[in-house]
Nanobody, 119 residues
């Protein structure tokens, strides 16, 4: 399963961006999907995740500002980011868990997309 992310860019503090990620069509079922981010010299961290059924989790730092959504029929996951802050600056990665039948799950990462928020 290959993931293609898009939508990063440069925005002023208080602005909005929307990230999108699409998983390639395959025999695998896409289960949980998520967005992570990694700022310079920091560990990669979970930003938000969503199950196939639509259950969402958010990092405390983004709750109330970011919204994760997905369209199962299209294998897509989006991240709407509002009220952006300079500390949101990072490379954002999408991640998907996939499975074929009763096999063990596999994981794919998309290439990162840069989000830069200026003060």
């Amino acid at each position: 399963v290959q993931l293609q992310a898009s939508g990063g860019g440069l925005v002023q503090a208080g602005g909005s961006l929307r990230l999108s990620c699409v998983a390639s069509r395959s025999k695998f079922s896409i289960n949980d999907m998520a967005w992570y981010r990694q700022a310079p010299e920091k560990e990669r961290e979970l930003v938000a995740s969503i199950t196939r059924a639509g259950s969402r989790t958010y990092a405390d730092s983004v709750r109330g500002r970011f919204t994760i959504s997905r369209v199962n029929a299209r294998n897509t996951v989006d991240l709407q980011m509002n009220s952006l802050k300079p500390e949101d600056t990072a490379v954002y990665y999408c991640k998907a868990e996939y499975r074929w039948g009763n096999s063990s799950p596999g994981y794919s990462w998309g290439r990162g997309t840069q989000v830069t928020v200026s003060a």
